[in-house]
């Protein structure tokens, strides 16, 4: 399973930090997502950390404000996010594959969301 923590309330250009620890499998040999969805819209997908190729790719909407960090100690993926914007409220998930390069819908598992909200 994958367990979540941080998020919570926040001003207008603050920063947070979201963890996405897992339980029962390695999260290092998996391919990990964090995607978000807004009140009265469909998820999106705001970063994807390839196993594969230990590489993340980014929505354009998040490029250079957010990163993402792995501690395999501790079993963990980390999104950091700064310059918050208020459109960054929103549900964040973490979500994880195995064996494949790819993050969408249909991830093996998924975190319960941990709410974020921006406050001007």
């Known amino acids: 399973q994958l367990v979540q923590s941080g998020g919570g309330l926040v001003q207008l250009g603050g920063s947070l930090k979201l963890s996405c620890a897992a339980s029962?499998?390695?999260?290092?040999?998996?391919?990990v997502g964090w995607f978000r969805q807004a009140p009265g819209k469909a998820r999106e997908l705001v970063s994807c950390?390839?196993?594969?190729?230990?590489?993340?790719t980014y929505s354009g909407s998040v490029k250079g404000r957010f990163t993402v960090g792995r501690d395999d100690a501790k079993n963990a993926l980390y999104l950091q996010m700064n310059s918050l914007k208020s459109e960054d409220t929103a549900i964040y998930y973490c979500?994880?594959?195995?064996?494949?390069?790819?993050?969408?819908?249909?991830?093996?598992?998924w975190g319960k969301g941990t709410p974020v909200t921006v406050s001007s």
């Open positions: 979500a994880s594959v195995d064996g494949l390069d790819r993050c969408d819908r249909n991830m093996d598992y």
């Open positions: 029962g499998f390695t999260l290092h040999y998996n391919t």
């Open positions: 950390t390839s196993t594969t190729f230990g590489t993340t």
